[in-house]
């Protein structure tokens, strides 16, 4: 395969590449591992000027600061209020409407498709006037809801593209001969594709929840108040009030990056799966 | 009694027809509702004069007239490009890490999943650390470059290193995102082609242009789309990082309408509307693109 594999290269290459790929890694999340180290950093050492050397002490204080503190913690839950129900719902609709345009004929059928894909790629700034101000007069502005509804909407995009493609791979003859005895549309459906969909369904659920989660541009459209407000637009919030107390911006950020991290690794094969799809045949 | 069982036997002999709109209407309607409809909203209101709350006033083209006498519309304009064109480097380092990674070594598994770590993190995270990372006196970054040229710079602060600064913190997550794309593909490449080449005595920078590139097309081309579509929706890192700032030099078009729309500057819906309809048009010449290149393929299939 390509490149060549390295095992075939002589043993000071070998050992150059096994050196090599530490090196790279630190330098790549060289970032993240320098805001890791400042979040566990004490205070009194940023304020000595300790900023890159061994930390006097290890500080669990600035994290247990960030959640005592601010409402760092309020913030993570309306981001799981926001994200969870929006998973259920994008998945659940793009499981029907994947379904549709991947199974039957009908003549709108690819305007319909392109409609659901386009829509993914145009910038939210198109939407964020008449969506606020349908969210307000619903009644929604400021609520988890309204953010919710928004993001199954938008998401469902995407979630159709994927789940039209993935049914369109299912062997059709299977369909085919239900409907020969009988079998109803709904039926086929529900007992026939929806288990064969379930890899699908996993990628798409971790995909949905790190976009959703990561959102910050809705989190501040359609959210004023900290009651509803998601850790994204919090962690802004909260740093504009702790102007350079770095060790707590580092804490909250780590905090806030946590849960789309877990889940990656949780379930990174159907993450990975979900994210390259098309990247190996057109 | 025939009466009775007549909605069943409708049902039956219609299904085919109507089961698609069924499973079709709860998902399409809610796309239309937040979608679809805002897009033709948003069109309408940048002809209108518009807080947000009293009455609309049709104003015409007014508020384009004034976008281009607008000197920010400009600078915004100006950034976008930027991003647009400096964006697309996340293709070929992904690239690059992707063949970097391509080993077969113990522990290989988990530096791919580390090196995609930025990916996965939130842009608003992202946004703080390269903040840090920049920030004159401590800043990593900007300590390595008083080392390297004797002369401290505070990128986030000076006009003219503001926005590279902000795009090199966006090429970290999506050069990780191409390197994903990339070693998919590298995992599902011909051998036997590149065995032949291999043969044909084709080696390193040859055999990648000639053999490995054309596999990878597909990967290439789900690359440009997202980073393209990356770069011009680029919002979070210029919010969080600099507002804009200093003095709106580093402006792009989507943080210049939310500006202009919701922002202690008042709410001028209709200027900002007008301000996302110019950047969404200019998106849509890349989505037009995008669409007709699918075309083709869903003929080919």
């Known amino acids: ?282 | 009694m025939p009466t009775n069982s007549q909605p069943a036997g409708f049902w039956k002999r219609n299904q085919m027809k109507i089961a698609p709109y069924v499973f079709l209407a709860p998902g399409a309607l809610m796309f239309l509702i937040y979608v679809l409809i805002p897009i033709v909203q948003s069109i309408w209101i940048s002809f209108q004069d518009w807080d947000g709350l009293g009455p609309k006033t049709w104003v015409g083209l007014a508020n384009y007239v004034e976008l281009l006498d607008d000197d920010t519309f400009y600078v915004a304009l100006k950034n976008n490009l930027l991003w647009l064109g400096l964006y697309l480097l996340a293709i070929p380092m992904g690239l690059a890490a992707a063949l970097f990674l391509n080993q077969n070594v113990w522990g290989i598994r988990l530096y791919k999943s580390l090196f995609f770590f930025p990916f996965v993190i939130s842009q608003v995270v992202v946004g703080l650390m390269f903040t840090w990372f920049y920030a004159p006196d401590f800043g990593l970054f900007s300590q390595a470059i008083k080392w390297l040229t004797g002369s401290e710079v505070a990128i986030l602060a000076d006009e003219r290193y503001v926005t590279y600064g902000i795009i090199a913190a966006g090429l970290w997550p999506q050069t990780a995102y191409c390197m994903i794309l990339y070693l998919t593909g590298l995992n599902n490449l011909n051998a036997e082609q590149i065995e032949a080449a291999r043969m044909d005595n084709a080696r390193g920078w040859r055999l990648l242009r000639h053999v490995i590139l054309p596999q990878l097309a597909p990967a290439t081309f789900i690359a440009m789309v997202v980073t393209v579509i990356g770069a011009l929706r680029s919002f979070d890192l210029v919010s969080i990082m600099t507002a804009g700032g200093p003095y709106g030099s580093s402006q792009v078009l989507s943080y210049f309408m939310y500006e202009q729309a919701l922002s202690e500057y008042g709410y001028r819906m209709g200027y900002g509307a007008a301000i996302a309809v110019v950047l969404f048009l200019i998106m849509m010449v890349f989505i037009t693109l995008f669409i007709v290149r699918m075309i083709a393929q869903e003929r080919n299939r």
């Not at chain 1, 962690?235 to 946590?258: D, E, F, P, R, T």
């Open chain 1, 1 to 282: 395969m390509f490149p060549t594999p390295i095992q075939k290269a002589s043993g000071p290459t070998r050992l150059a590449y096994q050196i090599a790929l530490p090196i790279a890694l630190v330098i790549w999340l060289f970032p993240l591992i320098g805001v890791a180290v400042t979040s566990l950093r004490p205070a009194s050492d940023l304020a000595a000027g300790n900023y890159f050397g061994v930390p006097s002490s290890i500080a669990f204080e600035n994290y247990a600061a960030v959640f005592r503190d601010s409402p760092i913690g309020w913030y993570i839950l309306n981001s799981f209020k926001v994200t969870i129900p929006t998973v259920i719902g994008a998945v659940g609709l793009s499981c029907l409407t994947g379904f549709a345009l991947a199974v039957y004929g009908f003549r709108a059928n690819l305007w319909v498709f392109f409609a659901f894909v386009a829509g993914n790629f145009i910038p939210f700034q198109i939407l964020m006037v008449p969506v606020r101000d349908l969210t307000l007069k619903a009644g929604l502005y400021d609520s988890t809801l309204g953010l919710v509804l928004f993001h199954v909407a938008f998401q469902t995009g995407f979630c159709t593209l994927f789940m039209r493609n993935f049914i369109k791979g299912m062997p059709f003859a299977l369909i085919e001969s239900a409907r020969v005895e009988g079998v109803s549309e709904w039926q086929i459906f529900r007992h026939i594709v929806l288990p064969l969909m379930r890899p699908a369904i996993a990628a798409l659920s971790v995909l949905v929840f790190t976009f959703v989660w990561n959102d910050y541009f809705w989190a501040t459209v359609l959210v004023q108040g900290q009651h509803a407000m998601p850790v994204t637009a919090g962690l802004y919030a909260l740093n504009g009030q702790w102007v350079a107390a770095w060790h707590l911006v580092s804490a909250g950020s780590i905090v806030a990056a946590l849960p789309p991290v877990l889940m990656f690794f949780l379930m990174q094969r159907h993450f990975i799966a979900g994210l390259t799809l098309g990247a190996t045949k057109g």
